[in-house]
């Protein structure tokens, strides 16, 4: 059981504090720049304190994870006190391990591989969790940790991570902006986003048993031009960036299938 201070408020910081509690760590403060926030995180956990000052001189824990935005990591560190012969790991997919330098302990990063979002709950045991330390003794601290509440733990440098990231983006973040604009152009016309349900976990599926590529379907890739030309039509009543994202992405597939037959 590790005593452990969460740093941040956010998404990142709910998760992982009640995952960790309930697999037996302790832990001892939740920070969050605002009060209200770190008390409404702490509320939720057995005995933590919340605090908004990033005096942690006097603390317990013997792990800090800094679970704030990638904006807000340099500030936090280099206003953070922390007591002698601690760990302290940042939780971004973007920064380097030596962001942490100046912050005067054994220094990690603890970076799990997934989206949160506070009020949707996700199965831990399958979060990958990335990790990378400046000593040998600090990452076995930190294998320990993540094992206890993830089945998927790897030792990934910052390099790594970085295009790990990169990856994400286009994977998450980007598919899921294109379902906002599924879902609006669905509702628009009366039909409910439900509709797609089915095929996209179909596409999700098939992108891991026959790799994304050998999975690709539709117009562009079949180069049917007079269906592409029809879907331009329609897209004209829609904003003007929605076009150029399909004429994009059709571009882009008949370029990459042409490149590989």
Sequence with gaps: MFRIAIIGAGNVAWHLA??????????????????????????????AKPTNSLDFSHS???????????????EVIEQIALPEEVI????????????????????GVFYPLQTFTKDKEVNFKNVPICLEANEAEVLEVLIELAESISSQVYEISTPQRQVLHLSAVFACNFTNFLFTISKEILERNEMPFDLLQNLIQETVQKAFVLSPENAQTGPAK????????????LL???????????????QQIRAYYQNIT
């Design 88 to 107: 302290i790991a940042h939780t971004s997919g973007t920064h380097s391990l030596e962001i942490l330098e100046r912050a005067n302990a054994y220094i």
């Design 60 to 74: 317990q824990a013997s792990i800090f994870l800094v679970c704030v935005s990638d904006n807000a990591l340099q």
């Design 222 to 233: 079949r180069g049917d031009t007079s269906i592409v030309e029809k879907h331009l039509t």
């Design 18 to 47: 009640s995952n960790l509690e309930k697999e037996g760590h302790q832990i001892t403060e939740v920070y969050s720049r605002n009060l209200a926030n770190a008390k409404a995180l702490a509320r939720t956990l057995w005995n």
């Design 236 to 250: 004209e009543s829609y904003p003007v960036e929605w076009k150029v994202l399909y004429e994009l992405f059709t």
